[in-house]
């Protein structure tokens, strides 16, 4: 149903070559012209607007109820199948939708202006599992996994993190050895996001990391129901993101077979990056979603209430909330689409631009749902408005898929190699 034509390409290029042009004959840049980076082909807008839809009609009347209850809603989970949204970066012959990483951001963006712990979910299953496997798995592995995955018949999720390696996660110590033509994985996985759908039932499919040598570390396919597999504990009580279910995975000595390794053995740090990058800036159009909704939320209420005989838009305090949020959104969104838009998600090589993303969005998401509640005053602080649990989804942002630290560490490494931009 979204599958990419070749059409749409070319109709990007050729408005590419038409502003280029204009700018060349001494045109003045007029922003209505432009290149429209959020939605860079027709393609793109419809895919925006049916997610919208989606998100305002379905996602959003449920968000405070399942974050109330802690509960993760896998009907409306697997409704994103039957919209083409799980395999949005799947080749069409496995049953994905074939989009790129501007699409991506589109997505992550409307449903987290909804509900980000939904997204948060359908994060870790299409972009964590799903586009993981697609861009490093072997054929036989697409083909068992891959179609299931995209209807949304099965929930995967991507172990990295453990209880004692986070940011360090190089130093991860689950382990696989090799047994004859088998595998044996021991250790643990911490914060798994579709872990558990519930307290008790496990998710289907993960992508986990493990150490098969003193400096080599592999990646592997570990399935719901084999032995030794199972769910340590669900993790509740979260600051934000409760809609999401979020566990601790034990491994006690499970058996892999062979063809359970993805990738070369002793290469899964390369799919690690590459893959850390597509989180990383759809994380950041999390952020964007949260602040636009923020924005929207805290420029309304302003115009409605009324302070002293006025509506809160008068007072110059207020102004400045409303004024700098919007420009921050704006700033963010710009930075995001304009990376997305030169990501190939075949390769790896922008890690910098990512972390870039990342680090600069999810400060921003976090300080404009501040902002919002800070307008809505008493009202801003109680579930009914939203912006706080805009707030308490938006923390998190700063901490998983990298620590707002990781970024600035990570950047600085590259960006101590360059003396000017170009
Ligand atoms: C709700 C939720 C969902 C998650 N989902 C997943 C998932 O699906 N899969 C997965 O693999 N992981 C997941 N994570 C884990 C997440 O990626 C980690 O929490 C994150 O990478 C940070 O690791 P940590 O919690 O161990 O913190 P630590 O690494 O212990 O860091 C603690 C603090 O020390 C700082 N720090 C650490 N090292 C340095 C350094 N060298 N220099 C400066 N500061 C440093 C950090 O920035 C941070 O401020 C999730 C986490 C949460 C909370």
């Known amino acids: 149903m979204l599958a990419r034509s070749p059409k749409t390409f070319l109709l990007q290029a050729g408005a590419r070559a038409k502003s280029a042009a204009l700018l060349a004959h001494g045109a003045r840049a007029m922003s209505s012209v432009g290149v429209d980076i959020y939605n860079p082909t027709d393609e793109h807008r419809a895919l925006r607007q049916m997610v919208r839809k989606f998100a305002e009609e379905e996602v959003d009347p449920q968000a405070l109820e399942y974050n109330r209850e802690e509960k993760f809603n896998i009907d409306l989970y697997r409704k994103l199948g039957d919209l083409g949204l799980l395999g949005l970066t799947v080749p069409t012959k496995y049953g994905g939708s074939e989009m790129d990483c501007s699409a991506v951001c589109s997505v992550h963006e409307e449903l987290a202006a909804a509900d980000p712990a939904f997204c948060l979910s359908y994060l870790a299953h299409s972009l964590l599992f799903v586009n ?168 309304q209420y302003a115009k409605d209430r009324v302070a002293f005989g006025q509506p809160l838009t008068q007072f110059g305090q207020i102004q400045r909330y409303i004024g700098e949020s919007y420009a921050q959104y704006m700033a963010g969104r710009a930075y995001t689409y304009d990376v997305a838009q030169r ?47 805009l707030w308490r989804d938006a923390k998190l942002l700063e901490i998983g898929g990298g620590t707002l630290e990781s970024h600035q560490k990570n950047m600085v490494r590259e960006l101590s190699q360059i003396s000017k931009i170009e």
């Open 132 to 299: 993981n496997l697609t861009r490093n798995g072997s054929e036989e592995q697409k083909q068992k996994w891959l179609p299931d995955s995209c209807s949304g018949k099965i929930i995967g999720g991507m172990g990295m993190s453990e209880p004692n390696h986070g940011t360090d996660v190089l130093g991860l110590q689950t382990s696989a050895t090799k047994d004859g033509d088998e595998w044996v994985l021991k250790g643990s996985k911490m914060w798994i996001t579709n872990g558990c759908i519930d307290d008790e039932t496990l998710g289907d499919i993960f992508l986990v990391y493990a150490r098969t040598g003193p400096r080599a570390i592999s990646l592997f396919l570990v399935e719901k129901g084999m032995p030794g597999f199972s769910l340590g504990q669900r993790i509740k009580d979260k600051c934000g993101m409760r809609a999401s279910a979020t566990a601790e995975l034990v491994f006690d000595d499970v058996r892999l077979p062979a063809e359970n390794l993805v990738g070369e053995e002793g290469g899964a740090v390369v799919c690690m990056m590459r893959n850390l990058e597509v989180e990383r800036i759809a994380l950041g159009a999390m952020s964007c979603g949260i602040a636009r909704r923020s924005f929207e939320v805290m420029n």
């Open 343 to 389: 990501i190939d998600l075949d390769e790896s090589g922008h890690r910098l631009e990512t972390d870039g993303v990342k680090l600069f969005t999810t400060a921003m998401g976090k300080a404009v749902a501040d902002n919002a509640i800070q307008v809505l005053g008493g009202a801003g602080y109680i579930g009914d408005y939203q912006v706080e649990r």
